[in-house]
Nanobody, 124 residues
Framework: QVQLVESGGGLVQAGGSLRLSCAAS????????MGWYRQAPGKQRGLVATITRGGSSSYADSVKGRFTISGDVPKNTVYLQMNSLKPEDTAVYYC??????????????????WGTGTLVTVSS
């Protein structure tokens, strides 16, 4: 099995910063990409940022210039540095990973995995 463990959420005032971490563990052959999504109350879950194994990153327009995603490949960990936080950034943040898992006598298979989420609350 594969587990994604998130940490770093909390309460912060507008203009402040937080750093989220997500570590993947378990039966992992390699990780194709990792990223962060968020879901605010009454809204659908949406992309925040992703990063590939090769280091290519992408961001939602709403966080460009404020958030930075980075990865530690040997540690199977992804980070999200969030600066200049706004009340509209308040949401549950979910870690996502596209992981290749080994299979006996077969090619590895890729699957998406999700963390349980960490709450980020930005007060005005």
């Amino acid at each position: 099995q594969v587990q994604l463990v998130e940490s770093g959420g909390g309460l912060v005032q507008a203009g402040g910063s937080l750093r989220l971490s997500c570590a993947a563990s378990g039966s992992i052959f390699s990780i194709n990409s990792m990223g962060w999504y968020r879901q605010a109350p009454g809204k659908q879950r949406g992309l925040v940022a992703t990063i590939t194994r090769g280091g290519s990153s992408s961001y939602a327009d709403s966080v460009k210039g404020r958030f930075t995603i980075s990865g530690d490949v040997p540690k199977n960990t992804v980070y999200l540095q969030m600066n200049s936080l706004k009340p509209e950034d308040t949401a549950v943040y979910y870690c996502n990973a596209n992981i290749l898992r080994p299979r006996p006598f077969q090619s590895p298979s890729a699957m998406d995995y999700w963390g349980t989420g960490t709450l980020v609350t930005v007060s005005s």
